[in-house]
């Protein structure tokens, strides 16, 4: 049974544990069956929305421990085995605190914005695949929506580096947004380069191209194939993620924590979840794009839905943790220097990319 | 286009000005264009209180001048009050006072580079910094009791001799440094970022450096070659074999290197004083202002008078602290009470030249240079 996306999963689930019929005939009695469609949409937003939240809370959790290790000291070790409850507590904690709005700020923008940069980067995973059918929704510009919708969260940055009405906010929203001006193109660029090749913006059309082999032993990942293209991408990707080396909208020991210096308690919480579910996404769509996405070696007797999930978080989460060593390692550039590398470098090297790989697929080699 | 200037108030409440140190910045967009340096909110008096304590009442509140590196502090005062009132120290004491002595100049580089790299988003060496200084302050635990804030050199010599077990850690620790340095000369050398973001910044000429009065590894760093060490010899530093070290960039990345380099000619001085501390006495029996000593002193730890007075003068004294110059001047006037003591501070001096340095700079820059001063407020305020 071949299913296109979560809702049609859950469907063909239900059709199979032989409940479908019975609601669905409830559901026609009354003559409501758009009413079962919109309940089955919803469980599996909340799917989606409880299992980024349950990922972002173990990636903090994760990140600590990443850098105890290279930093040799414990991390979070009181709050539950390992620590593993610390995010919990920390959520508790932020939940406590006063909601503080500055008495100069804007104060609808000021509240707004938190708002925006979450779902910004919520709709973000809406046309990402976590594995075989594992998506809300394949859509035919997928990677197109997906760049137009991190656009979204510089907006929001803006808005609150503006709204809070402090100079180091405001210094960061400037940086934030010449940040992302300047990393949104050459990662459009490098992924234009794959596009190329598969013909499709469909996310799962890029998948579904890389599924083979070469040579038998080879997988068939753009990595191979664009090599260039896959570091560009991944820059870009960590500058549009805004984390060390390129974390300049918050560059806590130059502009005490940047656009959201004035934001405490869940406001400030919002900020913190959308970072790392914006890691996480980001990770996603390098995977899915470069790093043949769900595709692995078939394991018997388990469902393809689940070991496609499998090996899409294994790949995702190392991706994570190369950021994350990277973060721990490695200084904070200068922001001209960094636009620099965007506008000089980075957008020079993904055209000829792009010039490369449009060579290649006319000439027909591949 | 008309455009106005920012006025940034960094600090005194601000993660990288190390304290409660304000920067008053006029701003073009992220370039400064001007930069004032506002200080005094660590203010406690010191050098009031030398005046209205005793001679030894005094050597803790050194302690709590650059507390990152106490030592030296202890013992650029203990010297002065020694060559005001003509004491003699006996040599295995003096050995001993170079040795904490040195020991600190590298807890203090360490520290430094730690919070350099942080300042410039690194966060690892700050960690990594504070693993190896925790073995020397476990020394210094054995040492005298205390972790950070010794008192324990004292006017004729040190409070205790060296304890069981001393020197076999010691080594240990050396040579555990001399296999991270390389580490830590990896993490900069071979760090593209680092680079970028020190090389070039934050310059200041050997001419300029001295017309602000710079001094040590800072001023090291710009290509003068003063070191008080070398220049005006104390204690037993004649007698060591080491090298004042200086490069010649006038950058943050030459101040850096500086410090490096000098972990490990501290570490080489540590070596040589372990094979040469010679045996005997660690404080001295003079019986200062009392009357002549009938009796030898029981074995090692040795009388030294708790209140004395020496002969009215002053004296200003000098040594080359991690951080640069540090001097006492102390009048005396003939009392058990100093007349006047002024504390010429390394961090005060030294800031002097940030101003001349940033101006044109962006802020990540001013951050990435201010952080090579080197500065503790307690010792810039005093």
Same mark, same amino acid.
């Given at each position: ?18 409940? %479908? ?202 990595? %191979? ?142 | 286009?008309?455009? *106005? ?41 010191? *050098? ?33 009050? *020694? ?99 390389? @580490? ?22 050997? *001419? ?13 760093? /710009? ?42 000619? /501290? ?64 009048? /005396? @006037? ?46 810039? @305020?005093?």
């Amino acid at each position: 049974m071949m299913t296109a996306n979560a809702y049609e999963l859950i469907i063909s689930i239900l059709k199979a544990l032989n409940i %479908f019929e019975p609601i669905n005939n409830i559901f026609q009695k009354l003559g409501m069956e758009y009413v079962l469609k919109i309940i089955i949409v919803l469980v599996v937003i909340a799917i989606l929305l409880v299992f980024v939240l349950l990922t972002v809370m173990f990636l903090t959790w994760l990140e600590r421990k990443v850098f105890a290790v290279v930093q040799s000291r414990y991390g979070p070790m009181v709050t539950g085995p390992r620590g593993l409850l610390q995010p919990i507590a920390d959520g508790i904690k932020l939940l406590g605190k006063e909601d503080i709005i500055p008495a100069t700020a804007d104060r609808w923008i000021f509240t707004l914005a938190p708002f925006i940069v979450f779902v910004s980067v919520f709709l973000v995973f809406i046309p990402l695949p976590f594995g075989k059918s594992l998506i809300i929704s394949d859509l035919k510009v997928g990677l197109l929506y997906i760049i137009a919708i991190s656009a979204v969260a510089p907006i929001s940055i803006l808005l609150a580096g503006w709204a809070s009405n402090n100079k180091y906010s405001l210094l960061g929203a400037i940086r934030a947004v010449a940040q992302d001006i300047s990393y949104t193109i050459p990662l459009a660029l490098a992924a234009i380069a794959v596009v190329v090749f598969v013909g499709s913006l469909s996310m799962v059309d890029i998948v579904n191209y890389q599924g083979g082999y070469w040579f038998e032993i080879i997988p068939k990942w753009f990595i %191979f194939l664009q090599p260039l293209g896959f570091i560009l991408f991944l820059i870009a990707g960590i500058a549009e993620m805004g984390r060390i080396p390129f974390d300049f909208q918050e560059s806590e020991q130059e502009l005490v924590a940047g656009f959201f210096t004035e934001y405490s308690g869940m406001k400030f919480a919002l900020f913190f979840l959308a970072e790392y579910a914006h890691l996480f996404a980001v990770s996603g769509i390098i995977v899915t794009v470069f790093l043949g996405g769900w595709n692995g070696p078939v394991l018997p007797f388990l469902p393809i839905q689940l070991t496609s999930l499998i090996y899409f978080l294994i790949k995702t989460y190392a991706v994570i943790f190369f950021t994350m060593w990277l973060r721990a390692t490695v200084p904070r550039m200068r922001i001209d220097q960094l636009l620099n590398l965007g506008w000089k470098i980075m957008i020079p090297m993904a055209l000829l990319n792009l010039l490369v790989a449009a060579f290649v697929m006319t000439a027909g080699v591949i | 286009m008309e455009t *106005e200037t920012l006025l940034l108030n960094m600090g005194p409440v601000h993660p990288s000005t190390h304290g409660v140190l304000r920067f008053k910045l006029r701003m073009d967009g992220e370039i400064i264009r001007d930069c004032q340096i506002v200080m005094g909110y660590l203010h406690r008096g010191t *050098e009031k209180l030398g005046e209205m304590n005793t001679y030894i009442q005094f050597i803790p509140y050194t302690d709590r001048l650059d507390y990152i590196s106490a030592m030296p502090n202890n013992y650029a005062y203990v010297k002065a009050v *020694e060559e005001l009132a003509g004491i003699e120290v006996p040599q295995r004491a003096e050995y001993i006072r170079v040795l904490v002595m040195e020991l600190n100049r590298i807890v203090n580089h360490l520290v430094l580079m730690g919070s350099l790299l942080l300042d410039l988003g690194a966060s690892t060496m700050i960690m990594w910094g504070f693993r190896e200084r925790e073995t020397a302050l476990q020394l210094y635990e054995m040492l005298c009791g205390a972790r950070m804030t010794f008192n324990y050199i004292k006017p004729g010599g040190v409070r205790e001799d060296l304890p069981e077990g001393f020197i076999p850690k010691l080594n240990e620790f050396i040579k555990d440094m001399e296999k991270r340095i390389v @580490d830590y000369d990896e993490l900069v050398n071979g760090n593209e970022i680092f680079l970028m973001r020190t090389k070039n910044i934050g310059v200041i000429s050997a *001419e300029e450096a001295i017309n602000c009065g710079m001094t040590g590894p800072s001023m090291r760093g /710009s290509g003068v070659d003063y070191d008080i060490r070398k220049l005006e010899p104390y204690s037993i530093y004649p007698d060591l074999d080491f090298k004042a070290c200086m490069r010649r960039e006038c950058d943050t990345y030459a101040r850096y290197m500086v410090r490096l380099d000098e972990i490990r000619e /501290s570490l080489h001085i540590l070596k040589q004083i372990i094979d040469t501390i010679p045996a005997g006495k660690t404080v001295s029996s003079q019986r200062y202002g009392m009357a002549p000593n009938t009796g030898e002193p029981s074995a090692v730890r040795s009388y030294f008078p708790r209140i004395f007075t020496p002969p009215p003068g002053e004296v200003y004294s000098r040594i080359e602290a991690p951080k640069g110059e540090l001097g006492f001047y102390i009048a /005396s @006037d003939g009392t058990t009470k100093p007349y006047r003591v002024k504390i010429r501070s390394h961090a005060f001096c030294n800031l002097v030249a940030l101003p001349k340095m940033v101006v044109g700079l962006k802020i990540p820059d001013l951050v990435a240079a201010f952080g090579t001063f080197d500065i503790v407020l307690g010792d810039l @305020d005093r």
